[in-house]
């Protein structure tokens, strides 16, 4: 469904990420995992048309969609939950959630199909329908994490692209997040996961990619990547079990 083939950016005319080259089936979960700088978000930003890409193609259903602005991407249906989730602190938790709907603004029945997206976010959220009125500069970390979930949801996206949802949360949290992420799988919604969680990312994913410096180091079903004894070492990329599995050319 959404492809990246041998992609090549970064800031100001330098590489962030070079030769980079991922696969994100439809209805399935792809999981990116790496340490701090491996070029995570750059690689997201990439595909929703935020940073400057030097050289690669990304295509989602078939067409090459590299040039195209964010506005058009996201009209596509190619949503992100951007990482520190980037919230209108002033507005309350149902404005931030009606920009979401953003996308489906030009739908001929929108008003049906808003309160039915709105039903499913709080649905999934039980949270956000007792903070409606609540302004999102006031909430706690894992509510506002539930907002900007929501707020995704709210475009009723082809695919969702998650940024380290989860940064910063308590446990108890994670858990509840990773949960909602499950039911979402369950659906069939395709999403490409980015995460420092790298066992529970593995868990929820069938496919995962490690990143290190820019590149991507290793890939494999989420399940060998899981089984491998050192996936911990790996994950900071300094296993040679891990990369055997698919090892990244
Ligand atoms: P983290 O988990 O810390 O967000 P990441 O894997 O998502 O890390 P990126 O944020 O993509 O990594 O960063 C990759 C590289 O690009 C790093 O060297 C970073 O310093 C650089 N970088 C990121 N954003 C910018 C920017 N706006 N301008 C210049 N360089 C940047």
Same mark, same amino acid.
């Given at each position: 469904?959404?492809?990246?083939?041998?992609?090549?950016?970064?800031?100001?005319?330098?590489?962030?990420?070079?030769?980079?080259?991922?696969?994100?089936?439809?209805?399935?979960?792809?999981?990116?995992?790496?340490?701090?700088?491996?070029?995570? &978000?750059?690689?997201?930003?990439?595909?929703?048309? !935020?940073?400057?890409?030097?050289?690669?193609?990304?295509?989602?259903?078939?067409?090459?969609?590299?040039?195209?602005?964010?506005?058009?991407?996201?009209?596509?249906?190619?949503?992100?939950?951007?990482? +520190?989730?980037?919230?209108?602190?002033?507005? =309350?938790?149902?404005?931030?959630? *009606?920009?979401?709907?953003?996308? @489906?603004?030009?739908?001929?029945? *929108?008003?049906?199909?808003?309160?039915?997206?709105?039903?499913?976010?709080?649905?999934?959220?039980?949270? !956000?329908?007792? *903070? =409606?009125?609540?302004?999102?500069?006031?909430? $706690?970390? +894992?509510?506002?994490?539930?907002?900007?979930? +929501?707020?995704?949801?709210?475009?009723?996206?082809?695919?969702?692209? @998650?940024?380290?949802? $989860?940064?910063?949360?308590?446990? @108890?949290?994670?858990?509840?997040?990773? $949960?909602?992420?499950?039911? #979402? *799988?369950?659906?069939?919604?395709?999403?490409? !996961?980015?995460?420092?969680?790298?066992?529970? $990312?593995?868990? #929820?994913?069938?496919?995962?990619?490690?990143?290190?410096?820019?590149?991507? =180091?290793?890939?494999?079903?989420?399940?060998?990547?899981?089984?491998?004894? &050192?996936?911990?070492? &790996?994950?900071?990329?300094?296993?040679?079990? @891990? &990369? =055997?599995?698919?090892?990244?050319?």
């Amino acid at each position: 469904m959404l492809e990246v083939a041998d992609l090549r950016a970064g800031y100001k005319g330098s590489d962030a990420i070079r030769s980079v080259s991922i696969k994100v089936p439809r209805g399935q979960v792809v999981t990116v995992l790496g340490p701090n700088g491996a070029g995570k &978000s750059t690689l997201i930003n990439s595909i929703c048309g !935020l940073t400057e890409v030097h050289a690669g193609s990304i295509y989602f259903e078939g067409a090459d969609i590299t040039r195209l602005s964010a506005p058009d991407i996201v009209d596509l249906g190619i949503v992100q939950v951007p990482e +520190g989730r980037q919230l209108f602190g002033p507005l =309350t938790v149902d404005e931030n959630l *009606r920009l979401g709907f953003h996308r @489906l603004r030009r739908s001929a029945n *929108r008003t049906a199909l808003f309160k039915q997206r709105l039903d499913y976010v709080h649905e999934l959220f039980p949270k !956000l329908r007792e *903070r =409606t009125g609540q302004r999102a500069v006031t909430l $706690s970390g +894992g509510e506002q994490s539930m907002v900007a979930m +929501g707020r995704a949801l709210m475009a009723d996206p082809k695919v969702l692209l @998650l940024d380290e949802p $989860s940064i910063g949360l308590a446990p @108890l949290i994670v858990e509840l997040l990773f $949960s909602v992420l499950a039911k #979402l *799988r369950d659906s069939g919604l395709t999403m490409l !996961l980015v995460e420092q969680h790298a066992e529970e $990312s593995l868990r #929820l994913a069938e496919y995962g990619y490690v990143m290190s410096t820019g590149a991507i =180091t290793a890939h494999g079903a989420a399940r060998e990547l899981l089984d491998s004894p &050192s996936l911990h070492q &790996s994950y900071l990329g300094e296993s040679p079990a @891990l &990369s =055997t599995v698919g090892k990244a050319s």
